[in-house]
């Protein structure tokens, strides 16, 4: 079991990540297709009001990223976003949320394999998905495999695309509101012919919450790659404090103006609300045009996927809770071994999507979804425990520090636990909830044995 000493004489990451990477590697992790696809949904749950759950849920998640930028400028020791909770509850805790953070990204590699096959599917009919899907998680595993900085190189040119693609959306978007594409109908009157600001009630909007949550989640990969630069503590800070802008502009912006162009009712759950919008907008090749940016978000998120399990697994086996060969570095510094279980995981999960996509991958992916959820409320959880810590020994505040603690803390963890039990009660979402319960329940049932067969071999 992890101790103390369990980190000793452990290889040295590279630290070849320049700032400009971390700040992209931060946006890539808020923009991916749960924004350019995933809103669809939230669209059709709330109306036009569901710019509301989406500030909501963005104030969620800026108190979750400053709780994380507070223990990373205090605590620069530690080398990984999980590892916050072994420091404010001890080994089950970093066992427990490492091992757990590691399969949700690790189900995420064969998920956004087959769904950027499905998309190039379109352009190649006749390549087999499971053929483009091993071909896509190939070359992201030879990408990882390279060096850091070709991680982090990648992921600032995905991020760059998605950015530009954004800004130019949202520019189109002011253009034809401002009249500069041709005559259009008046916001308002398209509002009121649709059943008004909130025709699902006004509180669909706060149930919207749960789907829109983990649209946005992924922002907490800087805080592992930040690890992997020449000052961590400083690039998380710098993360968090631009995390605000980045909601405001790419979720609010985009989404709100979506709303004031597209009847809320025209937007089917599943189908871009941007190749919507664009088309209401005639522009040519809307569709071809989103598949590509799409398929960016898709890649990114499938390179990001790699890098974190492979963060994650050396972390957990430098600290004794993972085979200590997944610590060995190759000679550009990159935990090969790890990359490498994260590819044959993945290799697993889309041939078994393929065999029977109905049945095991279903369960796979149910597994994982609640698991942010939770890993994010004990984070925050560790959070106040390190700070009150800090007080009783006399500590003065860090400099980055969590507004209005402890109150926004708690205010953080109880969204979270409504958002659990909105996902136990809500009919489409119980097996996640269920399913998940499953995985917690192992990942500590690992632990227990894990701890008991290191106290036997001590004896």
Same mark, same amino acid.
């Given at each position: ?45 709330? %109306? ?41 509850? !001890?080994?089950?805790? %970093?066992?427990?949320? %490492?091992? *757990? ?24 009919? &006749?390549? $087999? ?70 025709? /699902? ?16 989640? %992924? ?33 609010? !912006? ?11 009712? /025209? ?5 871009? $609300? ?6 209401? +907008? ?7 045009? +989103? ?57 697993? !999960? ?26 994010? +409320? ?22 980055? /520090? ?13 969204? +979270? ?9 809500? /009919?489409?979402?119980?097996? &996640? ?14 632990? *227990? *044995? ?10």
């Amino acid at each position: 079991m992890a101790h103390s000493g369990a980190q000793d004489h452990v290889p040295e990451l590279s630290r070849s990540l320049r700032p400009r990477h971390v700040t992209m590697i931060s946006i890539g992790g808020i923009i991916g297709a749960g924004l350019f696809v995933g809103s669809s949904v939230a669209i059709a749950a709330t %109306g036009p009001m569901v710019i509301l759950t989406y500030a909501l849920t963005g104030l969620l998640f800026l108190i979750v990223m400053r709780c994380l930028g507070e223990m990373a400028v205090a605590h620069p020791e530690i080398r990984s976003f999980t590892e916050f909770s072994r420091a404010g509850f !001890g080994d089950w805790a %970093g066992f427990t949320v %490492g091992w *757990l953070y590691w399969y949700f990204w690790v189900i995420v590699i064969p998920v956004e394999a087959i769904a950027g096959a499905v998309i190039l599917q379109g352009w190649f009919p &006749e390549v $087999p998905k499971l053929v483009i899907g091993a071909g896509l998680m190939a070359a992201m595993t030879g990408v990882n495999l390279m060096s850091t900085r070709s991680y982090g190189e990648f992921e600032f040119w995905f991020a760059s695309i998605k950015v530009v693609a954004i800004v130019a959306f949202i520019a189109a978007c002011a253009a034809f509101l401002g009249g500069a594409m041709g005559p259009h109908q008046a916001v308002w009157q398209l509002w009121s012919t649709h059943g008004g600001l909130f025709p /699902k009630g006004p509180m669909a909007v706060i149930t919207a919450v749960t789907t829109v949550f983990f649209s946005m989640m %992924g922002a907490e990969i800087a805080t592992i790659a930040a690890v992997e630069s020449p000052d961590p503590a400083q690039a998380v800070a710098r993360m968090v404090a631009t995390v605000v802008w980045r909601i405001l502009l790419f979720y609010l !912006g985009s989404i709100g103006f979506i709303v004031c162009i597209v009847a809320w009712d /025209k937007v089917p759950p599943g189908v871009s $609300p941007f190749v919507i919008a664009l088309a209401s +907008m005639n522009v040519p090749y809307a569709a071809p045009i +989103m598949s590509a940016i799409i398929l960016t978000a898709v890649l990114s998120c499938l390179n990001s996927s790699f890098y974190v399990v492979s963060r994650v697994l050396f972390i957990l086996a430098a600290r004794g809770d993972a085979p200590r060969t997944l610590v060995h570095l190759n000679a550009r510094h990159v935990p090969a071994n790890s990359v490498l279980i994260g590819t044959a995981a993945g290799m697993l !999960g889309i041939i078994a999507h393929d065999l029977a996509p109905s049945a095991v991958f279903a369960f796979l992916v149910n597994a994982s979804g609640a698991l942010i959820v939770v890993i994010y +409320m004990i984070t925050v959880l560790a959070q106040i425990r390190l700070r009150r810590a800090r007080e009783r020994a006399g500590v003065g505040t860090p400099s980055l /520090k969590m507004w209005f603690f402890p109150w926004a803390s708690y205010a953080a963890v109880v969204a +979270m636990v409504l958002v659990l039990g909105a996902m136990a009660f809500d /009919k489409d979402m119980q097996s &996640e909830f269920w399913a998940s319960a499953v995985s917690i329940l192992v990942a500590f049932a690992a632990y *227990l *044995l894990a701890r008991r067969r290191t106290a036997e071999r001590s004896r």
